[in-house]
């Protein structure tokens, strides 16, 4: 099992930025796909971001493409998003998350391990 630890959520304005980090424990880091979700209240769990094992690969939502940036130090045991101008849709809790195995990085019951969230809020 792995430990997952976000950070850097907050309140910032429409077009600003936050840069959100996830820390890792408990296992080997380099085995895991890591991903990001996010959820809003009163909707359903969805898919941000994943990143390969090697960090060779990413993945993206669509409505955040273009805007955010998923990377990770492995030598950290940690993955981030970069989030750039930020809309007030994409207030929402964002996840971590840790796959193991293998399957779609977008269904995130495919995901093994999961952070507590972190809140992100953007206003208009």
């Known amino acids: 099992q792995v430990q997952l630890v976000e950070s850097g959520g907050g309140l910032v304005q429409a077009g600003g930025s936050l840069r959100l980090s996830c820390a890792a424990s408990?296992?080997?880091?380099?085995?895991?796909?890591m991903g990001w979700f996010r959820q809003a209240p009163g909707k359903e769990r969805e898919f941000v971001a994943a990143?390969?094992?090697?960090?060779?690969?990413?993945f993206y939502a669509d409505s955040v493409k273009g805007r955010f940036t998923i990377s990770r130090d492995n030598a950290k045991n940690t993955v981030y998003l970069q989030m750039n101008s930020l809309k007030p849709e994409d207030t929402a809790v964002y996840y971590c998350?840790?796959?193991?195995?293998?399957?779609?990085?977008?269904?995130?019951?495919?995901?093994?391990?999961w952070g507590q969230g972190t809140q992100v809020t953007v206003s208009s």
């Open positions: 998350a840790a796959l193991g195995d293998s399957g779609s990085v977008y269904y995130s019951g495919n995901y093994d391990d």
């Open positions: 408990g296992q080997t880091f380099t085995d895991y796909i």
């Open positions: 990143i390969s094992r090697s960090a060779i690969r990413s």
